[in-house]
Nanobody
Framework: QVQLVESGGGMVQPGGSLRLSCAAS????????MDWYRQAPGVRRALVAT???????NYADSVKGRFTISRDNAKNTVYLQMNSLKPEDTAVYYC?????????????WGQGTQVTVSS
């Protein structure tokens, strides 16, 4: 059983930055990919960023150029650096350990960390 704990969320003004962390109980190297999702009230949970076992990354169009996903395998931690934050980035951000190419019930989720972008 993989356990994930997100941290680093909080309140920030538009244009500000936050760095989210996702600490895993086991080796994130075993995952097919690690993902960051976000979910705002009334909105379906959406994929924000992905980093594969091989190190390749992908981003949602809405965050390209502003967010960066990275990992430290030695620390079993995945990060999401968020810059130039906008009010529409406000959401609960979730870390996902993905076991295969496609999402499935074999994946693991953290409890989420709240990000609020407001003046």
């Amino acid at each position: 059983q993989v356990q994930l704990v997100e941290s680093g969320g909080g309140m920030v003004q538009p244009g500000g930055s936050l760095r989210l962390s996702c600490a895993a109980s086991g080796s994130i190297f075993s995952a097919y990919a690690m993902d960051w999702y976000r979910q705002a009230p009334g909105v379906r949970r959406a994929l924000v960023a992905t980093i594969t076992r091989g190190g390749s990354t992908n981003y949602a169009d809405s965050v390209k150029g502003r967010f960066t996903i990275s990992r430290d395998n030695a620390k079993n931690t995945v990060y999401l650096q968020m810059n130039s934050l906008k009010p529409e980035d406000t959401a609960v951000y979730y870390c996902q350990y993905r076991s295969s190419q496609y999402p499935s019930n074999d994946d693991y989720w953290g409890q989420g960390t709240q990000v609020t972008v407001s003046s």
